[in-house]
């Protein structure tokens, strides 16, 4: 009778250390296998970011390219001065148009925020002559893509607009950058409280009040 109880002891023994045994292994293979996904994961997680964030910084300069067509549709009478010759096709090119070249010269060369109306009057001032920042052959859009240099035939074309037309081509610009950037029409000057990564504003220039003549 005790030899029967001493092996049902060894017995219970036995098993009972199987199964703690059999249990750790599992439990030691659950943590190798997480430990095992969590690069993975963590390059996934990573790579989405990255790949979020390059859609994010592109989006504004897509906006810049293409915003030109929607100024004129807004403004189907404005001078398109599209008649110049590529340098890569030898044609003709387009696309390459007048409000185009403004919108390059004041969001690429001068780094002008391109939603506020004090800004692009400050862009067309340079046109105009009226600001100390006169235009630059070397830098002016079209110079290395396009045979010939349009920077002065663009200056006579902003020149022959009288004030309402200025006017309008400044409305037409804000409403088309903050129409696509979500968010509501901005007053001339006025600047959201926590914006801290704009270009500063320059402040007006003497000949400045040559942009309100008629």
């Known amino acids: 009778m005790n030899r029967l109880k001493q092996g049902l002891s060894f017995l219970f023994v036995t098993l009972s250390v199987a199964i703690f045994t059999l249990l750790s292994w599992v439990?030691?293979?659950?943590?190798?296998?997480?430990?095992?996904?969590?690069?993975?994961?963590?390059r996934s997680s990573e790579s989405a970011s990255v790949q979020r964030v390059a859609q994010e910084s592109a989006s504004p300069q897509v906006r810049v390219q293409d915003a030109w067509k929607l100024v004129y549709e807004?403004?189907?009478?404005?001078?398109?001065?599209?008649?110049y010759i590529s340098q890569e096709t030898g044609k003709v090119d387009p696309t390459n148009t007048l409000v185009g070249r403004l919108i390059r010269y004041h969001v690429f060369v001068k780094g002008r925020p391109p939603n506020y109306r004090f800004d692009w009057?400050?862009?067309?001032?340079?046109?105009?002559?009226?600001?100390?920042?006169?235009l630059v052959e070397s830098v002016y859009p079209?110079?290395?893509v396009l045979r010939s240099n349009p920077m002065e035939q663009d200056r006579a074309a902003i020149q022959r607009l009288n004030r309402a037309q200025r006017d309008a081509l400044v409305q037409a610009l804000v409403d088309v950058f903050t129409e696509n950037s979500g968010g509501g029409r901005t007053q001339a000057g006025e600047k959201p409280q926590g914006r801290s990564n704009s270009p500063e504003i320059p402040q007006p220039q003497p000949g400045d009040a040559k942009l309100l003549a008629p």
Request: negative net charge; glycine residues 6%; without cysteine.
């Open 27 to 42: 439990l030691e293979s659950g943590e190798l296998s997480m430990s095992a996904l969590e690069p993975s994961l963590l």
């Open 142 to 144: 079209g110079k290395d």
């Open 74 to 83: 807004k403004l189907p009478d404005f001078p398109i001065e599209n008649n």
């Open 121 to 134: 009057k400050l862009s067309l001032a340079d046109y105009l002559g009226a600001t100390p920042d006169y």
